[in-house]
């Protein structure tokens, strides 16, 4: 089991930056693609980043591409999510997923789930 907790969300100004966190304990975490997906209200949970295990390749949705950067430590069992220069359409909830999967852009193949952040962008 692996218990995934989300923090760094918040209200912040079209243009701005914003760092979410997401806190891992129970498995060893580097044996996990660590990913990170969103839901607006009104529309299904989306890819938004990935990191695969072991060789931590990247993954990035077309949208957040050269805005957002998907990084982890696995000595403190930690993913981070630098976003920058945020819009108002990347208001949603952001949510932290953990898989024992390399498709990384696919929601289904992920295991474990945090409760989400709320990111809210105003214009």
């Known amino acids: 089991q692996v218990q995934l907790v989300e923090s760094g969300g918040g209200l912040v100004q079209a243009g701005g930056s914003l760092r979410l966190s997401c806190a891992a304990s129970?498995?060893?975490?580097?044996?996990?693609?660590a990913g990170w997906f969103r839901q607006a209200p009104g529309k299904e949970r989306e890819f938004v980043a990935a990191?695969?295990?072991?060789?931590?390749?990247?993954w990035y949705a077309h949208s957040v591409k050269g805005r957002f950067t998907i990084s982890r430590d696995n000595a403190k069992n930690t993913v981070l999510l630098q976003m920058n220069n945020l819009k108002p359409e990347d208001t949603a909830v952001y949510y932290c997923?953990?898989?024992?999967?390399?498709?990384?852009?696919?929601?289904?193949?992920?295991?474990?789930w945090g409760q989400g952040t709320q990111v809210t962008v105003s214009s």
């Open positions: 129970g498995r060893t975490f580097s044996s996990y693609t």
């Open positions: 997923a953990a898989g024992v999967t390399n498709q990384a852009t696919t929601i289904n193949l992920y295991d474990f």
């Open positions: 990191i695969v295990k072991y060789d931590s390749t990247t």
